[in-house]
């Protein structure tokens, strides 16, 4: 197998461009591919990320899992992304989670229920991740702005900060404004790193514990590449301790977007007897974790 970590960086003061980005991902899977050294007969099916996220992005993976699958007789399997977070998860000793899933592009609090993994909650504007690295690249830090701003944080003085909450949903637009508004009146950045962390982790730990609340369940498993925080990971710790509820944590390279969380839930669910269709063939952007028809379970 290969264990290959390549990650896009966009040029200072820019965001990620799909077209850029796919093209990386090009030069990442071909470098994958030489390293995994397997033969065809060793593989038992291809899976590759169907969606949500970046067309480009996506229609990458798909083209190289296709061409794989279809040149060696294989089943190909395209699986969702947000899901295959929470399935990761269960790896840990999980057996039916509430999943805090917080990354760039999606912050959402999800659940199994009646076939589906249902989004109790969700942001209604940008994703968490989205939100920091946006600060991050406005406050000279570049790309990925979150473990940046992480470092520098410090407490314990909290500047207020919109905290918005919405019944089980979250809004970080405002949050962002107001922190770039105090950045440019000269507030010291690790006081104003600090605010926003504090204020934008209790915010999702409050959502999903409304989401424990409502479903009755009694494990919180954290997914996306903002779980690498270690002050997300605290609070989110000690509000299930106070819940009764077991927290389960994956090490950080099964929390950011990777290819064995992919490989995972493709194997998870064909050994689950899933039957592939035409739509496993193709890409969508919009792929919502709760348009996955759960049938593993």
């Keep these: 197998m290969a264990d290959r970590k390549a990650i896009f960086a966009p040029e200072a003061g820019s965001g990620i461009h799909p077209r ?161 508004r105090k950045l440019a009146d000269g507030m010291p950045l690790p006081r104003l790193a600090y605010a926003i962390q504090e204020t934008a982790f209790a915010m999702a730990c409050e959502v999903a514990e409304r989401a424990l609340a409502h479903t009755g369940k009694t494990e919180l498993v954290l997914g996306g590449g903002v779980a690498c925080n270690a002050r997300l990971r605290e609070m989110a710790a000690t509000m299930a301790r106070e819940r009764d509820v077991t927290c389960f944590v994956p090490v950080k390279a099964l929390c950011v977007d990777n290819g064995v969380m992919i490989a995972w839930l493709g194997h998870v669910m064909h050994s689950g007897g899933y039957k592939t269709g035409p739509a496993d063939d193709k890409v969508d952007q919009r792929f919502r974790t709760d348009m996955a028809e759960v049938t593993w379970r």
Excluded: W
């Design 20 to 180: 850029e980005a796919a093209n990386h991902h090009v030069v990442a899977f071909r470098e994958a591919l030489a390293d995994a050294q397997l033969a065809p007969s060793e593989l038992a099916l291809v899976a590759y990320a169907r969606g949500p996220g970046l067309g480009p992005c996506l229609r990458t993976g798909a083209t190289a899992a296709r061409a794989l699958a279809h040149a060696h007789g294989l089943p190909l399997l395209g699986v969702n992304h947000c899901v295959a977070h929470l399935e990761i998860g269960l790896l840990e000793g999980a057996t039916d989670p509430v999943l805090l899933y917080l990354s760039g592009g999606n912050t959402q609090v999800i659940g199994y229920a009646h076939g589906r993994y249902r989004v109790f909650g969700e942001t209604l504007d940008i994703g968490i991740g989205n939100m920091l690295d946006k600060f991050g690249r406005e406050a000279g830090l570049g790309f990925p702005g979150g473990p940046k701003l992480e470092a520098l944080a410090e407490g314990p003085e909290l500047e207020p900060l919109p905290y918005s909450v919405k019944g089980m949903d979250m809004a970080f637009s405002g949050l962002l404004t107001a922190a770039l």
